[in-house]
Every structure is written in C-alpha cells, then in structure tokens.
C-alpha cells in the first residue's frame, strides 16, 4: 500500500477499558459520549485535494460508538491506521467482516501481558488477532518492554509466535526509578530489540525551530473536532465541525520535544538527519551503526556537542572511559549550561560501574549557535 504522507491523528477518546500501570492516561470504562459525524470528517479531509491517512488512536477506539460506521464512512476516500488494544471482540469481528483490509494501513495493537492476564483475556487476544490476519489486514502487534518486563519478554514472545503472532517490542516512554526510557535500557537494549531497529524511531526529539510541515501535512484531532498543528504543538487551527485554517510552508518547530511522527515531518539537514540516525540505533544499541551516523554528522558540523556528547556514550560502552571523557568534556565546552553533558562528564570522571551516560536528542543546536 502507497501510505498518504498527510497524516491526520485523530485522538478519539481519553476513555480506555484497560488500566496499564505505565500509562499516562487514567483508566476510564465509562460510556463514551463525545462524537463526532464521521461524513463532515471526510468533507474536511476530501476539500484539501489531498488523500489523508487518518490515524484512529485514544484512549481505545473500539469503544468508540459507531466505530465501525466511521471506519466505512472515512475509507472511502481516504486509508486510516487505527491504535488499539483489541479487547472489545464483537467490535473486532464487525470490522473484520465490513471494512476493506486495502484501506487500512494496519492495526497498531498493544498486547499489554499483565492487563490481559489480569482480565483473563490472552485466549481472546489471540482468536482476534488470527481473525485479522486471516482476513488479510496487516497487524503490529506491540509490547511495551516496560523495565520490570525485561525478564519474561522473551518468554512472551515464543508463546505468541507458537499461535502465529509475531510481537514487536515497544520501548517505554517515560521515567522509572529515576531514569529516563527508552534512552535509559542502554546496552540492554541489544537484547530487546535486535530484530526491530526500528524501535529507535519512538525517540521524542528536540526540533524546536527547525521548519516543519506541520499544521498542513500532520494534524491532530482532538475528541471534540479541534484541530491542533501536531500532537506536540497545541496551536489551534479551528475545528472539523466549522472551518479550520492549515498553515503555508513550513513554519518552524515551537516545542523541544517532538512525541509522534514529527520525523515524517520537519526538515532536517544533512547534520542534523546523521544525528537522528546515530540516536535511532543508539536507543536500540546498535552501536557500530550509531558510530557510523555520528561520524557522518560530525563531518558536516564538526563539535556539534550532541555529536560530541554521543559520540562520549559509545565510547563510554565501549570501555574505553578516557575517549568517553573527552567527548563529554568538548560538549560541556560548547553548551556550558546543558546539565545533560554536566551530569555525563562527572559520571564519567567517576568511573563508577553502574554509570550509565544518557544520550541527547538535541539535535538542532549547533556548537556556533548558543541557545
């Protein structure tokens, strides 16, 4: 499938019928009741001339009312993807029976094990997952690799590929025990994610100010038909429901942390794309991979201090601490008040053995260019 690059996440509901100890949204099984008519959707979306990927996410969209109506009403014109727990089973099999599997990019679906354990729901999970796939609809079935999974993750993974489910590892987002993830499973990360590099493109990374297509190609949906520029950029562009405004060009990033899709989005130069590349593989410890990215950056802007400092974590992995210290200390140089290359550089000095250097995602501050 030719996936549209205008992409229009439309967050459905905050309302969620599972209560995952690591998400950020409240667990809330009531009744949705905030609706939107899924025709004036597709008005808005067919009137730009362009064709849409229309990413249906929440909260858990299956217990959105109609939800199936508007999967027809919206794939007519346009594909969408949709983000779910695939637990609302009669919802499920109505989809798998009336909506167009060429029209659907794929299922995002989130297995989360201890909630499914919880609600003695794992034999469901698999019948509605080898329905989708026996009806042709391409599925990712994902699995947040929260820190206290680590150890049953491969556990997990063999049972579900003995029932014909393959499990794509998901990093945590977020902070444990004081640490910051993904970046924060450091060489661990080898072990999660060999298979799946692309997992290194769920870093939320600093673009403030650099151009974006934003608020033309990317926008989000809010539950009651606001539209924001992006899913980081709260600006309001009007709503679905009367008139909405998308910008021109590409006016530049505002926020310092981009959560989704921003990377399909905003313009980068030959430096700063080798530094997000070097940051991908680096989450998921391909490091010879990440050494190579970061040296092609450090070429095209040489002292870049988020070169300089990632450059310190690989060598830091490495064993090789003296290299690690010069890295950190060239990076402090630059960006004197970054407590990021501060809190590295001492580390680092210390040599402690549980050390572990974080990796920075500023990518767009240059070493000539103090913020």
């Not at 661990?188 to 298979?195: G, L, P, Q, T």
Request: glycine share 8%; net charge negative; hydrophobic share 35%.
């Amino acid at each position: 499938m030719n996936v549209p690059c205008n992409t229009l996440i439309w967050n459905m509901t905050r309302k969620c019928n599972f209560r995952c100890e690591y998400c950020y949204f409240p667990h809330d099984n009531t009744p949705v009741t905030e609706t939107l008519d899924a025709a004036r959707i597709k008005d808005f979306l067919d009137g730009t001339g362009e064709t849409w990927k229309v990413g249906l996410t929440g909260g858990e969209p299956f217990i959105y009312p109609g939800i199936v109506d508007v999967c027809e009403t919206l794939t007519q014109t346009h594909v969408i993807g949709i983000d779910t727990n695939l637990s609302v089973s009669s919802k499920v099999r109505e989809f798998a029976q009336r909506i167009d599997p060429k029209r659907v990019h794929n299922l995002y679906v989130a297995l989360h094990i201890e909630e499914r354990e919880r609600i003695k729901g794992v034999d469901a999970f698999i019948q509605n997952a080898q329905l989708l796939l026996d009806k042709g609809f391409e599925i990712i079935v994902n699995y947040v690799v929260h820190p206290t999974l680590e150890a049953r993750f491969h556990e997990d993974v063999a049972f579900f590929a003995g029932h014909g489910i393959r499990i794509t590892p998901r990093p945590f987002r977020g902070s444990f025990e004081g640490r910051r993830y993904p970046e924060a499973y450091g060489d661990r990360a080898r072990a999660i994610f060999a298979d799946h590099p692309e997992q290194g493109r769920k870093v939320a990374f600093n673009f403030e100010g650099l151009p974006c297509s934003a608020g033309r190609t990317l926008l989000r949906m809010e539950p009651d038909g606001t539209i924001f520029r992006c899913p980081g950029d709260k600006t309001v562009l009007g709503n679905v429901m009367d008139e909405v405004s998308l910008y021109e060009g590409c006016p530049p990033c505002t926020k310092k942390r981009c959560p989704c899709r921003g990377l399909d989005h905003v313009q980068l130069s030959d430096a700063q794309a080798a530094l997000v590349e070097g940051v991908q593989f680096a989450v998921v410890a391909e490091n010879d991979a990440s050494l190579t990215a970061f040296e092609r950056a450090m070429a095209v802007s040489p002292g870049h201090p988020c070169g300089e400092n990632n450059l310190g974590v690989l060598a830091w992995r490495r064993g090789d601490a003296a290299a690690a210290v010069r890295r950190f200390e060239r990076a402090l140089k630059a960006r004197p008040d970054n407590p990021l290359y501060a809190a590295n550089l001492d580390g680092a000095r210390a040599d402690a053995p549980d050390f572990d250097p974080g990796i920075c995602l500023d990518v767009n501050a240059d070493a000539d260019a103090p913020r």
